[in-house]
């Protein structure tokens, strides 16, 4: 059996590290091009305690093709895709569960609860790969994953945020969730997710997502994008990449 570093290292010849910085969204990381603010972020539902992704995910580029694929394929060639994003799932959430759960508020290292963002049709709720992948596949996960939430009977667009859109099957009693997504484009749905959580009594809620979703061609976002760590460095995440005060010299102050 392939080990979890063999599977997830292809994606570090490809994946792309959202940091902190100037036209960077601090909620969502979207490339914004400029000083303006974040269309999504501003008219998407209130903010979750945390997010963090632990790519961009580029139109049309490698990681966005596997995040289609996983859930499109069949046989083989899906577990092939099911079995790498396992692996990079695996990788950080040992790696950096902990910067996630600090940004949230959270008190220790680790979410009580893991869940997954159920799909925003409702004929597509109950045979979504991301569960079986995150449930089944993923050792720091899959001993406290649980199917938390349902798509509600509730008419919603899957672009907005909705807090009617998905509802929880239990009290949550104070219980700290780490929501996993796949691919976040506006957030409306792990918004619409949290949203239905915290009604439901949750504590901090975070969201981590495979890969932020980003259009090249937009903004600055080429140069942005190059300006990213390559390869990818496992030992950095979005969550524990905090500017640090840079080291000064020479003005005498030990
Ligand atoms: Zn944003
Ligand atoms: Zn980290």
Sequence with gaps: MPTVAELSAPFGNFMLGPRRGQAVCPLCFDL?????????????GPPLD????ISYSVAGEQLHHTLV???RMWGEPARHFRFGLAA???????GHEHCLA???????????????????????????????????LVGPARGRYARVLERSEAP?????????????????????????????????NARSAAAALKAAGAGAVAALVIGRHVNRGWHQND????????????????????EKPAVSSGDGRV
């Design 88 to 94: 990079v799932l695996w990788r950080h959430l040992a």
């Design 50 to 53: 945390a997010m963090a992704p």
């Design 156 to 188: 919603a667009d899957p672009h907005r945020f909705s807090e009617a859109k998905y509802a929880a099957r239990r009290d949550l009693a104070g219980r700290s969730i780490l929501l996993i997504d796949d691919t976040w484009t506006t957030g409306a």
């Design 69 to 71: 694929s996983y859930k």
């Design 223 to 242: 140069r942005q994008l190059r300006a990213l760590t390559q390869p990818f460095d496992w030992e950095r995440c979005a969550a524990c990449d905090e």
């Design 102 to 136: 600090q940004a949230a508020g959270v008190g220790g290292d680790a979410f009580a609860v893991v869940t997954t963002v159920p799909s925003s049709r409702r004929e597509r709720a109950h045979t979504h790969p991301l569960q079986q992948l995150v449930g089944d």
């Design 32 to 44: 914004l091009g400029g000083d303006g603010g974040c269309y999504s972020c501003a008219h998407g």
